[in-house]
């Protein structure tokens, strides 16, 4: 059974700082791009960043300069480095793994609140 797991959400004030990890516990195999998704209640869920297994990354634009995604291969993890937040970076935030064989794994949210 395969589980990703988040961690490092939380409250942070404007301006501030937040590294999230997601890390895969159980057989996965052939993991190629891995990434961060957010939502908003009552809206859809919006890309953050995504990373391929050759490093190579896209970001969404609401978020780029301001966050860096990166990943350990041999851990089966991804990272999300969040700075300069903004209250409208305040959303749940998802970690997805994606196989080589079109597998996708979510996990099951960490918290994000900015307080302005």
């Known amino acids: 059974q395969v589980q990703l797991v988040e961690s490092g959400g939380g409250l942070v004030q404007a301006g501030g700082s937040l590294r999230l990890s997601c890390v895969a516990s159980?057989?996965?195999?052939?993991?190629?791009?891995m990434g961060w998704y957010r939502q908003v209640p009552g809206k859809q869920r919006e890309l953050v960043a995504t990373?391929?297994?050759?490093?190579?990354?896209n970001y969404g634009d609401s978020v780029k300069g301001r966050f860096t995604i990166s990943r350990d291969n041999a851990k089966n993890t991804v990272y999300l480095q969040m700075n300069s937040l903004k209250p409208e970076d305040t959303a749940d935030y998802y970690c997805?793994?994606?196989?080589?064989?079109?597998?996708?794994?979510w996990g099951q949210g960490t918290q994000v609140t900015v307080s302005s």
């Open positions: 997805l793994m994606t196989t080589m064989w079109g597998s996708d794994y």
């Open positions: 159980g057989s996965i195999a052939g993991i190629n791009v």
């Open positions: 990373i391929t297994r050759g490093a190579h990354s």
